[in-house]
């Protein structure tokens, strides 16, 4: 039966022309399901939460305190729709607060604002020492789109051109696209970590509290949790998304006590940055998922 | 005056020949029975014994009402059988939610006729079970009560035309693909209770479904066919399911279930208490 789900998961995808790799897994009884568990892809946005993760260790520790206050100058972060990297104006925000904006609403700049407190090697490190071979941190997020308007200038829909031309030849033009070279992941490291947050198996139990909740205040409910929202349902997350990129991570705790965690990590054959078909094709993916996995 | 105890005082003490005697034959005081006999004589109007001797005797207006005395204390005593196996024959109703398996029904009545008790049983809806207890219509019945609080309880689940590939059934499951309204749930009678009807309605809401699917079945039958027919779903305990051929998954919370406890009428004569070989029986019923 969960081999049936997985394959029909896939099929349907394939009928969309999405590609990627889909895990799911129960965090108490261990009965997972998916497929391309480990290939690696590039992570997006979903390189938030082993970020956020790194730096709440830091707080945690006591390297520095949450209240620490950052002024953001624009235009120096990265572009972005929501957040700081929206802002037209100078900001001055607490660390644990750019924590919440990050990820909230997927804010780039407050990204890259934690960067300069942890920079890319020492979270990548971090995470070689939590045994997290198969997630690699290894640029800012200001550098993905620097990447892409290196190669197509500020013409973002060439971008998506090349993006779905090189995904069909396998030769990377954008390099935050290539997985040799961007910060990236596999849907089994990605739902072992969530794993390991939920279970408190990882890091300080204050800083996966803290990563939890904070994960639990995601605005984007399109993707992943499209099809599964009701009171009775709780869910924490992290989209992803960058030209022909759909990821999202999360997990679904249900008031029964059921607890799913989730990796969705798509390349879509298709020049478009709005695919609400293949959004609702994850979160059709996550709700058969979670049905075949709760008890 | 309680005349019949007062005679009772007389005959004794006539037939022990002696106050104490006789007050340790009725189990009272010695000091009450002397005050019945004299309150005795004083109704009659003359001396009943003559306590001037060493021993105590009945005098000759004694013993000629004494006959009458006896005669009157047998025919109260017929009178008391009478009533105790009138009580007896009378045929007591158990109030019983519809749809229960006859051979169970059975069983009640064969443990009632073992126990010297002839029963009935009346297939009720909920509301009337209990009112028919307290208005004495019924002498036993199984009322429904919260399962938390229950001794018995019934998993409820719904029936389909389609057996689901799942333990069990959680209502945030059954949400249909967006933009397109979902089956109809169909409430039994038995389940139309305002406490049941909300936590229902209430779970159903949290978990994205429209309260507008919960509907009354109206009669079974009907409801059974549009559930087979896969034009719907049935809420139902699972014996229920099975027989008509449909097929079943228990709602995975509990809350949600029937509960059950067996109640007893106190009005006309009852005691108001269950006796336990009834408990067993009625147990049974909700197998």
């Given at each position: ?10 099929r ?6 999405v590609?990627?790799?889909?895990l ?7 009965e ?12 997006a946005?979903?390189?938030k ?8 260790d ?7 305190d ?8 624009p235009?120096a972060?990265?572009?972005g ?12 925000l ?33 995470l ?22 290196g190669?197509?200038?500020?013409d ?42 939920w ?6 139990p ?26 009775s ?7 992803g ?32 940055s709005?695919?609400?078909?293949i ?17 | ?5 007062h ?17 340790d ?26 306590r ?5 005797a ?17 025919r ?14 009378r045929?007591?109703v ?8 006859p ?15 002839t029963?009935?049983v009346?297939?009720?809806?909920p509301q009337?079970?209990?009112s ?10 199984l ?27 959680h ?31 209430r ?21 059974l066919a ?11 305990a ?6 008509h ?5 228990p ?25 336990q ?11």
């Open positions: 039966m969960k081999t049936e789900v997985a394959d029909g998961i896939a349907d995808w394939d009928a969309l022309g590609r990627g790799s889909f799911a897994r129960n965090i108490d009884t261990g997972d399901l998916g497929f391309a568990v480990d290939v690696p892809v590039p992570l946005s979903v390189v939460v082993p970020l956020a993760l790194v730096v709440l830091r707080i945690a520790a006591g390297e520095f949450p209240a620490r206050p950052v002024t953001y100058v235009p972060g990265s572009p729709p929501a957040g700081l990297a929206a802002f037209r104006h100078p900001a001055t607490a660390v644990g607060d750019l924590l919440l904006m990050m990820l909230s609403v997927s804010d780039n700049a407050a990204a890259d604002l934690l960067l300069d407190l942890v920079p890319v090697p020492e979270v990548d490190e971090r070689r020492s939590w045994d997290c071979p198969d997630l690699r941190v290894r640029h800012r997020l200001h550098h993905m789109y620097a990447c892409a308007a190669a197509c200038g500020n973002f829909s060439l971008a998506l051109e090349l993006a779905v031309r090189d995904e069909r030849t396998g030769r990377h033009t954008i390099e935050t696209l290539d997985p040799a070279h961007a910060s990236r992941g596999t849907a089994g490291a990605l739902v072992s970590l969530l794993e390991r947050v279970r408190d198996e990882i890091s300080d204050a800083a996966t509290a803290e990563l939890r909740r904070l994960m639990g205040f995601q605005v984007f409910a399109h993707r992943m949790v499209s099809e599964l929202r009701a009171d349902l709780r869910y924490s997350g992290k989209t998304s960058f030209l022909h990129l759909r990821h999202e991570i999360g997990v679904v705790e249900a008031d029964s006590g059921d607890r799913v965690a989730l990796a969705a990590l798509t390349r879509a054959d298709r020049r478009a709005l695919a609400p078909d959004d609702l094709a994850i979160g059709v993916a996550a709700r058969r998922a979670f049905e075949a996995l709760r008890s | 005056m309680d005349l019949l105890a005679l009772a005082a007389f005959t004794a003490t006539a037939e022990e020949v002696s106050f104490s005697r006789a007050a034959r009725l189990e009272i005081a010695q000091p009450l029975l002397s005050r019945r006999i004299k309150s005795l004589e004083a109704y009659f109007g003359g001396q009943l014994f003559d001037s001797r060493r021993q105590v009945v005098t000759e207006f004694g013993t000629s009402l004494l006959p009458y005395a006896r005669d009157v204390l047998e109260a005593e017929r009178l008391d059988q009478a009533a105790r196996s009138a009580r007896a024959a045929t007591r158990v109030g019983v939610p519809a749809h229960c398996a051979v169970a029904l059975a069983g009640v009545l064969r443990a009632g006729t073992e126990h010297g008790t029963l009935a009346r297939e009720l809806p009337q079970r209990q028919g207890l307290s208005e004495g219509s019924l002498a036993y019945a009322l429904r009560v919260a399962p938390e609080r229950a001794t018995l309880r019934v998993p409820l689940g719904l029936a389909g035309a389609r057996q689901l590939a799942r333990r069990t059934l209502l945030e499951d059954l949400r249909p693909p967006r933009g397109v309204a979902g089956l109809p749930i169909l409430a039994l009678e038995e389940d139309e209770l305002p406490y049941a009807q909300d936590r229902l309605a779970a159903a809401a949290r978990a994205g479904l429209p309260e507008t699917l919960l509907r009354p079945a109206g009669p079974a039958a009907a409801a549009d559930t087979l027919a896969g034009r719907a779903r049935l809420l139902c699972e014996p229920f399911a099975r027989q051929g449909a097929s079943w998954t709602l995975a919370d509990p809350s949600l279930h029937r509960g059950y406890e067996v109640g007893a009428s106190e009005s006309h004569g009852e005691t108001g208490e269950v006796p070989w009834l408990a067993e029986a009625l147990a049974e019923v909700t197998r």
